[in-house]
């Protein structure tokens, strides 16, 4: 359920642009209505599933707030990188602001790893070391497979966003990029496991 609590603004976004791409019409009229005047059926799509998307992120940090939940950091980032990011798509009408966000975020997750790893921490084990017991020298490979996997990965998507239709982005913004980072964390999963087999001989 948490998975897809955190997923949430992704699916919507996804479903968002199906649906106003099948009904370019009212979509149209949606963006012209409630997002400002100059948006053509083209642009209609991806411009109301980056509304629904940055309504949806917001409404999670108020839910979560409302109900006394700690927010976790990954989920402040990711509201102020779909506000800027998805702002900017909506105000200059241009969808590859939108389609840099999830690079854009990648990136800062590789960077706040490697920030932190220069001065001494890995927010890897930090997060994960109350419940694996691992040698140190695991924990520092799984930082850098995380720093190297963040750092692709948005390269990827940028590949995608510029080479592809924004049909396809939208395609692989859900199923791609969730697919990927799914079979590297089951990766990561059986290569920690070797080491907690081996440490509790």
């Known amino acids: 359920m948490k998975l897809l609590f955190d997923l949430l603004p992704v699916i919507l976004f996804f479903g968002t642009f199906k649906y106003a791409q099948s009904n370019a019409d009212t979509a149209t009229y949606f963006c012209n209505m409630w997002l400002g005047g100059g948006f053509d059926a083209q642009q209609a799509p991806v411009i109301c599933a980056t509304a629904v998307a940055i309504v949806a992120s917001v409404a999670q ?44 975020l ?63 982005w939208v395609n692989f913004k859900l199923f791609g990029l969730m697919g990927l980072t799914l079979i590297f964390t089951l990766g990561i999963g059986v290569y920690a496991t070797k080491y907690m087999k081996n440490d509790s001989i």
């Open 61 to 104: 940090i108020l839910w979560m707030a409302l109900r006394g939940k700690k927010i976790e950091p990954m989920l402040w980032i990711s509201l102020a990188v779909i506000l800027v990011f998805g702002s900017l798509t909506i105000w200059l009408h241009n969808e590859m602001f939108i389609k840099w966000k999830p690079t854009i």
């Open 106 to 168: 990648y990136w800062l997750f590789a960077s706040v790893l490697l920030v932190g790893r220069l001065s001494g921490k890995n927010f890897i084990e930090t997060l994960l070391g109350k419940q694996l017991k691992l040698p140190k020298e695991v924990w520092t490979t799984m930082l850098y497979a995380w720093i190297i996997f963040f750092s692709v990965i948005g390269c990827i998507n940028l590949f995608v966003a510029y080479t592809f239709s924004t049909d396809t």
